[in-house]
């Protein structure tokens, strides 16, 4: 043993000492420290005690918490089922509240134009109000007028009636006086004619020269007035025959009429020049009664002549025709036209060319019933031309 | 007065017509036995036999009346009537004989069954040759019946 060796087991000695020392104070400090533990292990008994009496109610408490948790799960799932649907609502709700702002607005714009319209209606009502009331007095105009018409015409009518009457009771007289006319003075003067006539034949010898020119005066002027009576009864039987129309052949007319008429022991035979002839609306038997005076004055005014030339044409314009007789006659003054076709009027003397003077005023009376018109042109001992219209078939 | 075989009764009430007619057909050569009455209730008694006709052979008939349409009481118009309704008589032929050929009376005349209607003519000449005419076809021309 060195001495570094004792000094180090010295050292190691004291550091044993001294570990002994502090292993003690430990020992020492455990025992305080295990009394310590003992009383804290007791204490924590207890406590653990607590601690399970609080743990148990921790535990219900949680129970209790989770039902109350589940619970409210539940709740709350139905909040928000709710929530959602209340969102939905409130979507539908926000479109519907539009809709309605958009209807509020339309309505109101409709509000506004009703009340335009309104003021219309009104202004309107008054204005027919007005006019009901002028309508009312129109009407009431009306009626007046409509009760005076009736009146009026009830009148008219009756004055109709009366003036019918008067007339007919007037044709009635016209008429009894034509046929009175007719047989009255006919028979006399048919005497007249006929006692003359024994006269020159059973007693001629009784008379001389002047005497047998007395009794064919007497003769040949009742003879006279046997014709103009019958010329006056035709020319106002005219007046009173109705007139039938139809169509009017013309040529074929024509053609009858002058057969019948053509002097068949006559020297100076007419010649004919006739033209196409249209067809005219007529009443066939009085139309050929114009032709045959027509023909016959054409023919009898000719007479004087060396020939006896007639030429009958016609000439249609619009709905009219014009028809024209045109011979080399004797002619008239013309100065004298306006007696042409007057009854009994006559152009020429007794002596000259025979004749009543009726024809030609039976022959406008015809062309007048016909609504035409009949004229005439001439100049002495040149001829003359007569001229008449009808409507056109 | 004896009314047999009276050939042509001539009913006129105008004397001045019943001369001049008579003249005409005398003058024509119609002596066949004449009878004239001067009106129509006349005409009616001689056909049935009554007033002065009563002795009357009412089976003897002429063979032609001439009547005139205007006479005073019973006009020719309706003895024509009577004439041509009745049966024994209808077959005599009836010439009525008027002045004139106005009015109505034509149409009725035929209506009625006259034979023929003659308008006197004012011209003596033409009177006579229309009576001469008259005679000449109804008593020689005409054929009545059996």
Known sequence: ?393 | MNYDNIEILFVEDSTDDAILTIRALKKSGFTNKLHHLTDGAEALDFFYCKGIYSSRNSADLPKLILLDVKMPKVSGIQVLEKLKSDPQLRSIPVVMLTSSNEGPDVEKCFALGANSYIVKPVDSDNFFNAIKEIGLYWMILNQPPS
């Open chain 1, 1 to 393: 043993m060195t001495k570094n060796d004792s000094d180090k087991l010295i050292i190691a000695n004291k550091e044993i000492a001294f570990q002994n020392e502090e292993k003690e104070n430990r020992a020492a400090e455990l025992n305080i420290a295990n009394k310590e533990l003992l009383y804290q292990t007791s204490e924590k008994k207890n406590r653990a005690a607590e601690l399970v009496i609080a743990n148990k109610e921790l535990i219900f408490q949680n129970s209790e918490k989770e039902d109350r948790a589940a619970e409210l799960v539940i709740a709350n799932k139905e909040l928000a089922f709710q929530n959602e649907e209340k969102e939905k609502r409130a979507q539908e709700l926000i479109i519907a509240n539009r809709e309605l702002i958009f209807q509020n607005e339309e309505k109101e714009k409709r509000a506004s134009e009703l009340v335009l319209a309104n003021k219309e209606l009104a202004f309107q009502n008054k204005e027919k109000e007005k006019r009901a009331v002028e309508l009312l007095t129109a009407n009431r105009e009306l009626k007046k007028a409509e009760d005076d018409i009736r009146v009026l015409n009830e009148e008219l009518e009756q004055k109709v009636t009366e003036r019918t009457a008067q007339l007919l009771a007037a044709n009635k007289e016209l008429e009894s006086f034509s046929y009175s006319v007719s047989h009255d003075l006919r028979a006399p003067i048919r005497a007249i004619n006929g006692y003359t006539k024994i006269l020159v034949e059973d007693y001629g010898e009784s008379f001389d020269a002047d005497g047998e020119l007395v009794l064919q005066s007497i003769i040949h002027n009742s003879k006279k007035m046997g014709e103009l009576i019958d010329d006056l009864l035709a020319f106002s039987k005219l007046g009173r025959k109705e007139v039938t129309f139809s169509t009017v052949n013309m040529d074929e007319l024509l053609g009858e009429v002058i057969a019948e008429i053509l002097p068949t022991e006559n020297e100076n035979i007419p010649k004919f020049d006739i033209k196409l002839l249209p067809s005219a609306k007529g009443d066939k038997s009085l139309i050929k009664q114009v032709w045959i005076n027509l023909i016959s004055n054409a023919i009898k005014y000719s007479s004087h002549k060396k020939e006896t030339r007639i030429e009958i044409g016609a000439s249609l314009k619009g709905n009219q025709v014009t028809y024209y007789i045109k011979d080399e006659g004797a002619g008239f003054d013309m100065q004298y036209y306006d007696k042409l076709f007057g009854v009994f009027q006559r152009l020429h003397s007794q002596e000259e060319f025979e004749g009543t003077g009726i024809g030609l005023a039976i022959v406008q009376k015809i062309i007048h019933r016909h609504n035409g018109t009949i004229w005439a042109e001439s100049k002495l001992t040149e001829g003359t031309c007569f001229h008449f219209s009808l409507h056109k078939a």
